[in-house]
T-cell receptor, first 113, second 114 residues
């Protein structure tokens, strides 16, 4: 079945460092891909998305490119801030599914001043 | 501003108790979801509802039931709580007409079963 694999955390960075959180997926066809973020004490919120191969999703300085050839959707940010400390979830929705999201296990990011 | 609210942020119950978790959304969304979130496992879908009185089992429905009597409200029921149901429970909603069905999440209920 469809699945999402994320790098294990926690990831600890200093402020202004470059961030990469790896995400790879297994799915039939062409899924839609998402990154959700969960700030402390809050629910998840959509960070960015990509619905077809080679699409780049971007928001709040974060970017991720849908790579069909490597089945990946890695999250990147050029310069992290303390306020980016959160748990990040990669997710996919299969092409045959109108609603169901498959989530990765989440990666905790801690940014130190 | 869109909103999904959950009845409690923290809940402590005893083994064998019947537990109700309530979720309300104000976006007139058709779809509503209940997930549980556990460290290292991410989010796992318990139940899904696409309309009033309609429900579908998710990946881990055992030990849970749901109720959707009104469009805006989706309840998760633990008929007889057990310690392995200690977890964070997240409710979400989405619109069928959205092109990519973005899910909007509530803040979660952290349930402890003693």
């Amino acid at each position: 079945g469809d699945s999402v694999t994320q790098m294990e955390g926690p990831v600890t960075l200093s402020e202004e460092a470059f961030l990469t959180i790896n995400c790879t997926y297994t799915a039939t066809g062409y899924p839609s891909l998402f990154w959700y973020v969960q700030y402390p004490g809050e629910g998840l919120q959509l960070l960015l998305k990509a619905t077809k191969a080679d699409d780049k999703g971007s928001n709040k300085g974060f970017e991720a490119t849908y790579r069909k050839e490597t089945t990946s959707f890695h999250l990147e940010k050029g310069s992290v801030q303390v306020s980016d400390s959160a748990v990040y979830f990669c997710a996919l929705r299969g092409p045959d599914s109108s609603y169901k999201l498959i989530f990765g296990s989440g990666t905790r990011l801690l940014v130190r001043p | 501003d869109v909103k999904v609210t959950q009845s409690s942020r923290y809940l402590v119950k005893r083994t064998g108790e019947k537990v109700f978790l309530e979720c309300v959304q104000d976006m007139d969304h058709e779809n509503m979801f209940w997930y549980r979130q556990d460290p290292g496992l991410g989010l796992r879908l318990i139940y899904f509802s696409y309309d009033v009185k309609m429900k579908e089992k998710g990946d881990i429905p055992e030990g849970y039931s749901v109720s959707r009597e009104k469009k805006e409200r989706f309840s998760l029921i633990l008929e007889s709580a057990s310690t392995n149901q200690t977890s964070m429970y997240l409710c979400a909603s989405s619109s069928m007409t959205s092109s990519y069905n973005e899910q909007f999440f509530g803040p979660g209920t952290r349930l402890t079963v003693l």
